[in-house]
């Protein structure tokens, strides 16, 4: 599963609330088989918070370019989830639309804190970016940590400056050699 995990990280995004849900439905079931239905909305709230806490996790742990696709991917499934819940004509059993608020709730606390991490990242590297191109001297390590902090949008960025092309091709041809 961690395997499926890292070569998929969209598949991370929504596998992690999923497991989670399934772990604690097993504990809840197993130790509070005749739990009464206004236990639920502690089983919800604690279960909402160790899936955010996990996904949180999850999310802070992968590389910075892969911000904006994980974002998007968490916004398609919040629509589809909630989509989903209104349009299900048929009443569903109580564990399933715990199910879907967790995840509902899961998916809009992630949304939050992508879009944050995207803005620092984005204020980060243009700090750096802004940085090299007013500095006289070109600094390579610099060049490289935009990229990974700013993502395609700034590798397209350095990619433009002639000056910083420069810097990069003569690092790399004396790395080849």
């Known amino acids: 599963m961690i395997n499926l995990i890292i070569k998929f990280p969209k598949f991370g995004i929504i596998s992690v609330p999923i497991i989670t849900y399934l772990i604690f439905f097993k504990l809840f079931n197993d130790f509070f088989p005749k739990l009464p239905e206004p236990y639920f909305v502690f089983i919800i709230i604690s279960q909402s918070c160790f899936s955010i806490f996990q996904s949180w996790t999850f999310i802070r742990n992968l590389p910075n370019y892969l911000d904006v696709e994980i974002s998007d991917t968490v916004t398609l499934l919040l629509s589809l989830f909630t989509v989903l819940t209104k349009a299900i ?13 967790v995840l509902i709730i899961t998916l ?4 939050i804190f992508l879009k944050l991490k995207y803005k620092r990242n984005r204020k980060e590297a243009n700090g750096l970016f802004i940085g090299q191109l007013l500095s006289e001297e070109v600094d390579y390590t610099s060049l490289l940590k935009c ?5 395609n949008k700034y590798k397209d960025k350095i990619m433009d400056n002639e000056r910083f092309l420069r810097k990069i091709n003569s690092v790399e041809d004396k790395n080849i050699k």
């Open 108 to 111: 809009n606390v992630l949304s």
């Open 89 to 101: 004509p048929f009443k569903l059993p109580l564990v399933i639309d715990i199910f879907f608020v």
């Open 147 to 151: 990229y990974a902090i700013g993502g």
